[in-house]
C-alpha cells in the first residue's frame, strides 16, 4: 500500500536529529491553531484539517421507522427498519468538476437527523439537522482529511446494528468515486456504504416539469426553500484556490454556508420523498409530480418485487395509473385499457385507447393502442374486417419500431385470410 504524504514527513522528520536551538512548537507536524479569519466554531482536528458542527431547525415531522414504501422511491437500498436518523446526507466541494486524478475533495458535510427525546411517544415529531462539516486547508493535509471523513461513515446511527444509509445528490456518479479515487491515492481503504442517490428520484418526478432538476432548482420551486444570496457551487474551485494564494476567508466561509445548504436541501428533499411514500395520492398534488411518471415507476417496482410490498401498495399503484390515464398521459392510457381488456372491462378498455388515439400523442403509442383494438376485435368481437382496419391504421404510421412493424405485418398477413380465424 502506498505510504501517504504526512506519513513520509513523519519519518524524515524521526530520521533527522533534533536540534537543540529550535524552539519549542517549532515543528509544523504539532497541533494546530485555527487561521485567523475563522469563526469560533471551527475547530482544527488534525493536520491542515478544520471541523465544525451546525444544527439546522427541521420544522417537517418524520415518522419513527421510514415507511416499507419509501422503497418503491428510493429502491437503491433496502429501507426496511430504518429510522430517519439513519440517514445520513452526504456532499461534497471540489477543486473541478471532472472527477479525474487531479481533483481533489476540500470541503465535505455530514447532516444526521436528531430528535427530542422527550416526544419519544410521538409517531412523527419535528426534528433538527446536525451538520458536520470538514474543511482542509492545504494539499499536505488530504490524509487527515479523509482519515476524518471515514469516521462518518463509519458512525452506526440509532437503529443498533444498522449502518447508515448515505444520501447524495449525484453522489452515485460524481462525489462517491471521486471519494473513492482520493482514498486510493493516499494508501486509505474507501469506505463502503449503502448508497441512496435523490437525482435519479428527482428526474422521474419533475423531469418534464421543471426547466432542470439540479438540487437548487428543485429547493426553489418544488419544495419552497430560500437560496437568496447563496454562492454558487460551481464558483467552489476558484475560491479555495484563491484561498490557498491569499489566506482570505470571506468567500471560502460563503462556500462552507452553500455546502451546509446544500445538506439542508438534501434533508428536505428526503423528508419530502418520505411524505410521498406514506400518502402518495395526496402529496403528490402538493409536490407538483409528473403523475405518469410516478405511476409507471411505482408499477414497474412492485412487479419486480412480487411479494415484497402489501396489497395496499399495489392499489395505490393502479390508483396513481388510473389518474395519470384520466388526465390524458398516452403511456398510462394504454396500460390502463391493457389493464381493463384483461380484467374484462371491455368498454373502459375501449375508451381508454380511443381516447389515446384520437388524442396529441407520439406515433408508437398509437400504433400500440391500434395493436390492443385489433387484438380486441379479433378475439373478443370476432370481427376480423375491424382487426384489420385498425392493424393497416397502426402500419400507416411513421416512426415505428422494427419490432412492432414486424409483428403488425405478420397480423395484417393472418387477417387477411379472414375466413380461417373469424
Same mark, same amino acid.
Given at each position: 500500500?502506498?505510504?501517504?504524504?504526512?506519513?513520509?514527513l513523519?519519518?524524515?522528520?524521526?530520521? @533527522?536529529?533534533? !536540534?537543540?536551538?529550535?524552539?519549542?512548537?517549532?515543528?509544523? /507536524?504539532?497541533?494546530?491553531? @485555527?487561521? *485567523?479569519?475563522?469563526?469560533?466554531?471551527?475547530?482544527?482536528?488534525?493536520?491542515?484539517?478544520?471541523?465544525?458542527?451546525?444544527? =439546522?431547525?427541521?420544522?417537517?415531522?418524520?415518522?419513527?421507522?421510514?415507511?416499507r414504501?419509501?422503497?418503491?422511491?428510493?429502491?437503491?437500498?433496502?429501507?426496511?427498519?430504518? $429510522?430517519?436518523?439513519? *440517514?445520513?446526507?452526504?456532499?461534497?466541494? $471540489?477543486?473541478?468538476?471532472?472527477?479525474? +486524478?487531479?481533483?481533489?475533495?476540500?470541503?465535505?458535510?455530514f447532516?444526521?437527523?436528531?430528535?427530542?427525546?422527550?416526544?419519544?411517544?410521538?409517531?412523527?415529531?419535528?426534528m433538527? =439537522? %446536525? @451538520?458536520?462539516?470538514?474543511?482542509?486547508?492545504d494539499?499536505?493535509?488530504?490524509?487527515?482529511?479523509?482519515?476524518a471523513?471515514?469516521?462518518?461513515?463509519?458512525?452506526?446511527? $440509532?437503529?443498533?446494528? @444498522?449502518?447508515?444509509?448515505?444520501?447524495?445528490?449525484?453522489?452515485?456518479?460524481?462525489?462517491?468515486?471521486?471519494?473513492?479515487?482520493?482514498?486510493?491515492?493516499?494508501?486509505?481503504?474507501?469506505?463502503?456504504?449503502?448508497?441512496?442517490?435523490?437525482?435519479?428520484?428527482?428526474?422521474?418526478?419533475?423531469?418534464?416539469?421543471?426547466?432542470?432538476?439540479?438540487?437548487?432548482?428543485?429547493?426553489?420551486?418544488?419544495?419552497?426553500?430560500?437560496? &437568496?444570496?447563496? /454562492?454558487?457551487?460551481?464558483?467552489?474551485?476558484?475560491?479555495?484556490?484563491a484561498?490557498?494564494?491569499?489566506? !482570505?476567508?470571506?468567500?471560502?466561509?460563503?462556500?462552507?454556508?452553500?455546502?451546509?445548504?446544500?445538506?439542508?436541501?438534501?434533508?428536505?428533499?428526503?423528508?419530502?420523498?418520505?411524505?410521498?411514500?406514506?400518502?402518495?395520492l395526496?402529496?403528490?398534488?402538493?409536490l407538483?409530480?409528473? /403523475?405518469?411518471?410516478l405511476? =409507471?415507476?411505482?408499477?414497474?417496482?412492485?412487479?419486480?418485487?412480487?411479494? &415484497?410490498f &402489501?396489497?395496499?401498495?399495489?392499489?395505490?399503484?393502479?390508483?396513481?395509473?388510473?389518474?395519470?390515464?384520466?388526465?390524458?398521459?398516452?403511456? *398510462?392510457?394504454?396500460?390502463?385499457?391493457?389493464?381493463?381488456?384483461?380484467?374484462?372491462?371491455?368498454?373502459?378498455?375501449?375508451?381508454?385507447?380511443?381516447?389515446?388515439?384520437?388524442?396529441?400523442?407520439?406515433?408508437p403509442? !398509437?400504433?400500440?393502442?391500434?395493436?390492443?383494438?385489433?387484438?380486441? +376485435?379479433?378475439?373478443?368481437? %370476432?370481427?376480423?374486417?375491424?382487426?384489420?382496419?385498425? &392493424?393497416?391504421?397502426?402500419?400507416?404510421?411513421?416512426?415505428?419500431?422494427?419490432?412492432?412493424?414486424?409483428d403488425?405485418?405478420?397480423?395484417?398477413?393472418?387477417?387477411?385470410?379472414?375466413?380461417?380465424?373469424?
Amino acid at each position: 500500500m502506498a505510504v501517504n504524504l504526512r506519513d513520509r514527513l513523519r519519518r524524515i522528520r524521526e530520521a @533527522v536529529p533534533s !536540534k537543540v536551538h529550535e524552539p519549542p512548537g517549532s515543528d509544523p /507536524m504539532e497541533e494546530e491553531t @485555527v487561521p *485567523a479569519g475563522f469563526p469560533a466554531e471551527w475547530v482544527s482536528i488534525s493536520f491542515h484539517t478544520l471541523r465544525r458542527v451546525v444544527y =439546522l431547525d427541521f420544522p417537517p415531522p418524520a415518522p419513527r421507522v421510514l415507511p416499507r414504501s419509501l422503497g418503491i422511491l428510493i429502491p437503491d437500498v433496502t429501507l426496511e427498519q430504518r $429510522t430517519p436518523e439513519n *440517514a445520513l446526507f452526504f456532499d461534497l466541494e $471540489t477543486t473541478g468538476l471532472s472527477g479525474g +486524478a487531479g481533483t481533489v475533495a476540500f470541503l465535505a458535510a455530514f447532516g444526521r437527523f436528531v430528535r427530542d427525546t422527550a416526544s419519544s411517544g410521538d409517531v412523527a415529531v419535528p426534528m433538527r =439537522l %446536525r @451538520v458536520a462539516q470538514y474543511l482542509l486547508l492545504d494539499y499536505p493535509g488530504e490524509s487527515d482529511f479523509l482519515t476524518a471523513l471515514l469516521s462518518e461513515f463509519a458512525a452506526d446511527g $440509532t437503529t443498533v446494528g @444498522v449502518s447508515p444509509v448515505v444520501v447524495s445528490y449525484n453522489g452515485k456518479t460524481f462525489d462517491a468515486p471521486l471519494l473513492k479515487t482520493r482514498c486510493l491515492m493516499q494508501g486509505i481503504k474507501p469506505p463502503e456504504y449503502g448508497h441512496a442517490d435523490l437525482l435519479h428520484l428527482s428526474r422521474r418526478l419533475w423531469k418534464r416539469v421543471l426547466p432542470n432538476c439540479s438540487l437548487g432548482e428543485i429547493e426553489t420551486s418544488i419544495l419552497g426553500l430560500d437560496r &437568496t444570496g447563496d /454562492m454558487p457551487g460551481a464558483l467552489a474551485p476558484e475560491v479555495w484556490f484563491a484561498f490557498l494564494r491569499t489566506g !482570505k476567508t470571506e468567500d471560502l466561509l460563503r462556500i462552507c454556508e452553500h455546502n451546509i445548504r446544500d445538506i439542508a436541501g438534501l434533508a428536505h428533499l428526503f423528508a419530502a420523498a418520505i411524505r410521498l411514500a406514506e400518502k402518495p395520492l395526496e402529496t403528490a398534488e402538493t409536490l407538483a409530480c409528473d /403523475m405518469e411518471n410516478l405511476a =409507471l415507476h411505482w408499477r414497474k417496482t412492485l412487479r419486480r418485487a412480487g411479494s &415484497t410490498f &402489501t396489497r395496499e401498495d399495489w392499489e395505490t399503484g393502479a390508483e396513481l395509473l388510473a389518474r395519470a390515464a384520466a388526465r390524458g398521459h398516452p403511456r *398510462a392510457l394504454l396500460l390502463v385499457a391493457r389493464d381493463r381488456l384483461r380484467e374484462a372491462r371491455r368498454s373502459e378498455g375501449l375508451d381508454c385507447l380511443t381516447r389515446l388515439i384520437e388524442g396529441d400523442n407520439p406515433a408508437p403509442l !398509437k400504433a400500440a393502442a391500434y395493436r390492443l383494438l385489433a387484438i380486441d +376485435a379479433e378475439w373478443h368481437g %370476432r370481427d376480423c374486417q375491424t382487426a384489420l382496419a385498425a &392493424t393497416e391504421a397502426a402500419l400507416a404510421l411513421e416512426g415505428l419500431s422494427p419490432s412492432l412493424r414486424n409483428d403488425l405485418e405478420r397480423r395484417r398477413r393472418r387477417l387477411s385470410c379472414s375466413k380461417n380465424f373469424c
